[in-house]
């Protein structure tokens, strides 16, 4: 069991690959319906780990697999205990010149839970990437070199949408905060 989906994003390969690199990514990749909030984002997709909190306080640790690291082609992650132990499941992110253009971005997932369940989970995040995507590229017609950005309300449902959306940009996001 497990899943294929793909699409064509209109970026090209190295643009796509550092997209998903940076801060903000697997939060602007979460489909709001889902009961689950990032709890920690990892430091890097070759090796680091990804904390997702699941309800009834359980947590998904996606673990980076170095071995599964190609820079701007893939990158994995694989499910780690606890839940790990339980349920199989490894992600396999894959990004390949699309001959008209584009990246066809893959995304091959190694699990016994059903396609019909993963399905929608995947048309959204390719749907928000292409969407985002498109949007830095309007953001650099106007403004081609990076900003800085300083946000309040950072951390509300807005502004931590607004400083992910900002950061996979390349964009840097001073979130400013009551406390220390």
């Given at each position: 069991m497990g899943l294929t989906y793909s699409?064509?994003?209109?970026?090209?390969?190295?643009e796509v690959f550092a997209w998903h690199s940076r801060e903000g990514a697997i939060t602007r990749l979460m489909p709001p319906w889902q009961p689950v909030r990032v709890a920690r984002e990892a430091p890097s997709v070759r090796d680091g780990q990804a904390v997702l909190a699941l309800p009834g306080a359980l947590r998904w640790v996606a673990g980076h697999?170095?071995?599964?690291?190609?820079?701007?082609?893939?990158?994995?992650?694989?499910?780690?205990?606890?839940?790990?132990?339980?349920?199989?499941?490894?992600?396999?992110?894959?990004?390949?010149?699309?001959?008209?253009?584009?990246?066809?971005?893959?995304?091959?997932?190694?699990?016994p839970v059903p396609e019909r369940v993963l399905r929608p989970m995947f048309a959204y995040r390719h749907r928000q990437l292409a969407a985002d995507l498109a949007a830095h590229?309007?953001?650099?017609?106007?403004?081609?070199?990076?900003?800085?950005?300083?946000?309040?309300?950072?951390s509300g449902l807005i502004g931590s949408a607004l400083a992910a959306l900002l950061t996979t940009g390349g964009h840097q996001a001073i979130r400013l905060v009551r406390r220390a």
């Open positions: 699409s064509v994003v209109p970026a090209e390969p190295d697999d170095p071995s599964g690291y190609d820079p701007p082609r893939q990158f994995a992650d694989v499910l780690l205990p606890p839940l790990g132990a339980a349920l199989h499941w490894r992600h396999t992110h894959l990004f390949t010149p699309d001959p008209g253009g584009g990246t066809v971005v893959a995304d091959v997932v190694a699990t590229a309007r953001a650099r017609e106007v403004c081609p070199r990076p900003l800085t950005v300083a946000l309040t309300g950072a």
